[in-house]
Nanobody, 124 residues
């Protein structure tokens, strides 16, 4: 099992920056990909950034060039943290941001887990 805990949301001015963190614990060695999604009221949750174990990342067009996803590992590989650096923020980036991880469960099947979500508000 993998557990995710997010932190780092809040209020930022247009053009400002925020960094979100997603701390993974448990069977972090089984994680194959981590990603960040966001959701606004009445809309579907959308994938905005993802990173694989090999370090390959991809981004939604709406955040490309402004957001950067990264991931680090503890020395004993029992913990892993994903970061979402958000620069040049716009009011339309206002949303609840969710961290997600895809991993292989103990049964060998692919499973996903979500963080609790963190509010990001961009406003002057």
């Amino acid at each position: 099992q993998v557990q995710l805990v997010e932190s780092g949301g809040g209020l930022a001015q247009p053009g400002g920056s925020l960094r979100l963190s997603c701390a993974a614990s448990g069977s972090t060695f089984s994680i194959i990909t981590m990603g960040w999604y966001r959701q606004t009221p009445g809309k579907q949750r959308e994938l905005i950034a993802a990173i694989t174990n090999a370090g390959t990342s991809n981004y939604a067009d709406s955040v490309k060039g402004r957001f950067t996803i990264s991931r680090d590992f503890s020395r004993d590989n029992t913990k892993s943290t994903s970061y979402l650096q958000m620069n040049s923020l716009k009011p339309e980036d206002t949303a609840v941001y969710y961290c997600n991880a895809g991993y292989f469960s103990s049964s060998g099947s692919l499973a996903t887990v979500w963080g609790q979500g963190t509010q990001v508000t961009v406003s002057s």
